[in-house]
Every structure is written in structure tokens, then in C-alpha cells.
């Protein structure tokens, strides 16, 4: 079933604060604020994306299908909203990749089939002189192996591998084609 | 090896045989499968487009609790009330509707939230339950349809960190101060991804309430959920509310593995309040007097119990609410509401000043009592005080004696 290449290669947005540092505890209410929780129309999700978020209020504006979002550490904080990982999908954005993630964010966005990379370091305020991501810069990540390269092929980052568990989620689009997956090879954990 | 609490649950429940290791992956059986009037329409709508023609796998495990918007007063809602309705009814499903109050709540007032127990919901704050010794999972919509259909989902297992709480608090420092005092000791993302087990006597002596309020907050620490010791008033209460006399208990092995032990001893404590813009904002209230208030909020999932308000009420009793301040309160269902109004309390409540909702999530969500206008100040006993969350006000984070005398004087004083 593995379809889906495990290389992501897209334009870079590192979600800074006015000082350049990257913002950490990016909750959801920042992300998709609770004021358009009765949207369940994915294409109408984009627009409020990171509508609660200083200095980002017009990210849907300048973000383009396939771009790549780096986040600071404990990004997703906050509620269970999937509608703060479908407004990610909604706008087209290809990956994010963060410092640390909130724990319902994260099984949001594996069992939406939504790439995400953890990659302790990347966007650490202070650990790199000078930074080692700008804005516009063109990255590729192996979310299989954690590995995110730079332009030139070079390692940028090691990050953590993606479980072996989100993987297959992520090849098979989703918790519910998974479980499709794992129905068809007649595993009884997820028979449907 | 000895299990935590979190591996006892999950072994407990296990589809097929598994290693139950921090790390590991496991598939396990869910007990109470909900969704609220948020997030539960993209449930429907996920089953409708994923297993069209399906139906959920257990109905009398599977309900609605419709809290977010309990005021009923936004036509979007409405319709995504009614789509949940509909479903429930199809289905055969319970519906616990506008009337009924905070879902997570609820599951505990039914008696569903027995130790060692897993409920799922869409709600981040139904870790609640882990006041009871029972594991309880916020999910997104797509999580939570896929165990409407399947009763089932994985989880890796999560690393344990245990805090002993030894001394004795205070008189005047509540439970939410010493919760408060804990997100201010681990900070919102000291215990990501992990499970939090309270032990020692002070988390055992804990009241019911108390209990609630510090398992509530697990989510503030970035944790999946926090476990309180059980004891005679949590037991008395889930028998009582089962009809049953044989309500089980759990504890964590003796020799459990755990990433981190934690000893704090909360004897010096004093009342504590969480300052703009994170919950892990926190200082000695002290600090903080003089600070203006123009309005106080009581309520949630973490403050919304009889207990909380009946605290209040002794303060606030045969004296106003200062001139210009507003004064909300929010009980956390409809059982509470009623005993507030058979006790009285609520009378004194409303004669200091009170302005009084439906029970639901008022305080937090949006189209429900607790939102801000640019420049007001409010003092709360939510549990977040994200920028914008709750309007473009100042939110800052107590426990209800410190709201209940803050009101008083129209600004942050200990109670």
C-alpha cells in the first residue's frame, strides 16, 4: 500500500513573533479560533487559519499549496478541534513540522493522514547562530526516516521518525482507509 | 513488571495480546464513545462519507452531550444540533441535549466514569474523569468517528510521571490554587504527551471537586491525563450512582516504572492566580493585588461543581458585587443548577449580584456567557487564558474564592 512518496519537499513559513523568535504554545484557539467552530465544510476552513495569531492574521493570503509550516515547541496546545489541522489541508500546505506538538493535535493529524515531524532543535529560540531556517527557503523532509534536507540535498535536521503506526496511516489517507487496510489483511483490532 | 494506572487501563482493554510499554502501539476497546454539538456534526458527516449506509457499533455505548453552545442561541449550532439529533435518533442513540450541561460532567453524574474506564469525546478536557481513576480522551472528529463505527482505536502508550503531594494545604488555599501552583511547577508543556499520577495523602484527601479540578488541568500541563487517588467519597459516589455496591478500583503496581517521581510539599502555599497570556503564567495572588477587574466568571469543567460555588457564596453572602463589576456563573449541568436552587445558595449568589447561565461550557466557549470586549479585565476559573480565546480582554485564571472576593472589591484580592 505504499503509494505515497515519503519525501515532502515545499517553500518554508517559520511561525516567528515580532522579536523573531518562533512562537511555542500555539494553542488552537490561535490556530482556528472557536468563533467558526460550526464550519464543517473543509474549503471554508482555510481563510481562518491562524486567524487569532498575532502577526499572522494573513497567512491563508500569503500561503501556497505545497508550502511547508515550521512551528516552535507545543504547537496544537489546547482543544481536540480537528479543525485546526483540516484548515492546514484546506489551504493545501504540504507538511509541518515542529518543535513539539500537543497530544491531541498530534493524533489529529495522523489520523487525518495530515504529515506532520516532530524535529527537536529546528526552530529552538536561541539554539542555532544564526537560524537555521528563513522564510521562502526550500526544504525536503523524509517523514519516514525524520530527515529534513536543504535545497542543496545536505542535511539540514534529523528529526523523528515517523511510528510505524502514523506511517501507514498517512500512506493509507486516513484512520478510516486504514482500517480498510488493516480489515482486508483480516486484522481483528480494527475490523469494521 | 509493575503497571501505572494508564498501562492497567489499556492492558485492561486490549483488542488483541500487545506489549503494554511506554512506546509501544495497542489497540484497545472504548467504554463511552461521545461528541459534542461541536465537532459532533463532522462526526456524522465523517461516518456518512467514510461508511455510508453503516451504522455505530454499539448504540447504547455511543451519545451526544451538547455543551458548547447550551444557550442555544446560534443558528449554526442549531443546525448542527439537529444533525446530531437526527443521527441519534436513527441510531438509537442518547442525546443529552442543551438542557443537560458539560459532557464530561454528565458522564460522571451517570456514573459512567468508573476507575479504570476509557471515554472518548471531543473535548480536551475530558481527562476530568481522571479524578475517579478513569481515562478520558479528547479527540478530533475523525478519531471519534472512527470508534462510533469501530468501539475501537490505537494509542501509544505514554510515559508516567508521578507527583507526590505530601503536607497539608493551607485553610484558606483551594483546590484550584494548588492545581494552579502545579501547571506553575511543570509549565504548560512539562508533561507533554505523558500521564500524570497524583499520589500521597494530599491528593488523596482531596474532595470530589478538588479532584475534578486538578484532573481537569492535566491538559494545561500538556498531559493526557491526570489520575487521582480514589477513595470513600469518590467510590460512595459512583455506587450511589450506579446502584452498584461492587465499584472497582485501581492503583498503580507498587514497583510501576515511571519517567519521573516528583515530591512537593504544598504546606507554604498561598491562593495563586494565572496572568495573561498562558495558564502557566502564575503568581502568588499577593502579587497581583490591585490589579482592576471588571468582571468574574464561575464555572467550567474545572470549576462548575456545587462545591465551587457554594464556596462563593460564603463569601459573598449578605454583601454586592462592586458597582460596575459584572459577576457571571455558569453551574456545570443541570443536576448542579438544581441543588444550587433547593440549597438556597443560588438566591445568595443572585442577591450579591450574580448573573447566572445555562449549565454548559460557559467561560470558554464562544456564543455562551464569559467573552470579552478589547480593555476589560476578567478573573476566571476556566482553565485557559489563551490570547483572544475568550474575546480580546485580559483573562486571568483563579480559584472561585479568589473570583468570589475579587468581585466584591473590583479587583484581585485574596479571598
Known sequence: ????????????????????????????????????????????????????????????????????????????????RQQA????????????????????????????????????????????????LEDGQIVEADVKTGAIYREDGTLLIQGRPMSGVEFDIYQAGSLFEYGRVLDAQGAESTRV | MGQTMIEKIFQRHLIEPADVRP???????IDNRSARDFGGANVVKNLGRFYPGGHVNDPAKTFFTFDCNAQNNDIKYAENQQTCRDFARN????????????????????????PGTTTVGTDSHLNVVGAFGAFGQGMGDQDIAFIFKTGKTWFEVPHTIRIVLTGTL????????????????????????????????????LSLS?????SSMATEMGAIAAFLPQNEETLGFLRARTGGSDVPTLEADADARYVKTLEWDVSNLVPQVACPPSPDNVKDVTEL????????FIGSCTNGRFEDFQVAADIVRGKKVKRGVIAKMTPATREVWAKLLETGIMADLYA????????????????????????????????????????????????????????????????
Open chain 1, 1 to 80: 500500500m505504499n503509494t505515497k512518496s515519503s519525501r515532502i519537499r515545499g517553500r518554508v513559513w517559520v511561525i516567528r513573533d515580532a522579536d523573531g523568535r518562533a512562537i511555542e504554545s500555539i494553542d488552537t484557539d490561535m490556530i482556528f479560533h472557536n468563533a467558526h467552530l460550526a464550519i464543517t465544510d473543509l474549503a471554508k476552513m482555510g481563510p481562518h487559519t491562524f486567524g487569532n495569531l498575532p502577526g499572522w492574521q494573513d497567512f491563508p493570503t500569503k500561503a501556497a499549496k505545497g508550502d511547508i509550516v515550521v512551528t516552535g515547541a507545543n504547537f496544537g496546545a489546547g482543544s481536540s
Open chain 1, 85 to 132: 489541522v483540516d484548515c492546514f489541508a484546506a489551504l493545501g500546505i504540504g507538511l509541518l513540522i515542529c518543535e513539539s506538538v500537543g497530544a491531541i493535535y498530534r493524533r489529529n493529524a495522523i489520523n487525518s493522514g495530515f504529515p506532520m515531524l516532530i524535529a527537536p532543535g529546528i526552530a529552538a529560540p536561541g539554539l542555532h547562530e544564526p537560524r537555521l
Open chain 2, 23 to 29: 512506546g509501544e502501539i495497542v489497540w484497545i476497546g
Open chain 2, 91 to 114: 441510531e438509537g442513540m442518547a442525546v443529552h441535549d442543551v438542557d443537560a450541561g458539560i459532557g464530561s460532567h454528565v458522564v460522571i453524574e451517570q456514573g459512567l466514569a468508573l
Open chain 2, 170 to 205: 493551607p485553610k484558606h488555599v483551594t483546590p484550584k490554587d494548588l492545581t494552579l501552583w502545579v501547571v506553575r511547577k511543570l509549565t504548560s508543556k512539562g508533561a507533554l504527551g505523558r500521564v500524570v499520577e497524583f499520589a500521597g495523602p494530599v491528593a488523596e484527601s
Open chain 2, 210 to 214: 478538588g479532584k475534578i479540578t486538578l
Open chain 2, 289 to 296: 493585588s490591585g490589579v482592576e477587574v471588571n468582571s468574574i
Open chain 2, 352 to 415: 450579591a449580584g450574580f448573573v447566572i447561565g445555562n449549565a454548559g461550557c460557559g467561560g470558554c466557549a464562544a456564543g455562551q456567557m464569559g467573552m470579552t470586549g478589547k480593555g476589560e479585565v476578567q478573573l476566571s476559573t476556566t482553565n485557559r487564558n489563551f490570547p483572544g480565546k475568550q474575546g480580546p480582554g485580559l483573562i486571568y485564571l483563579a480559584s472561585p474564592a479568589v473570583a468570589a472576593a475579587s468581585a466584591l472589591e473590583g479587583r484581585i484580592v485574596a479571598p
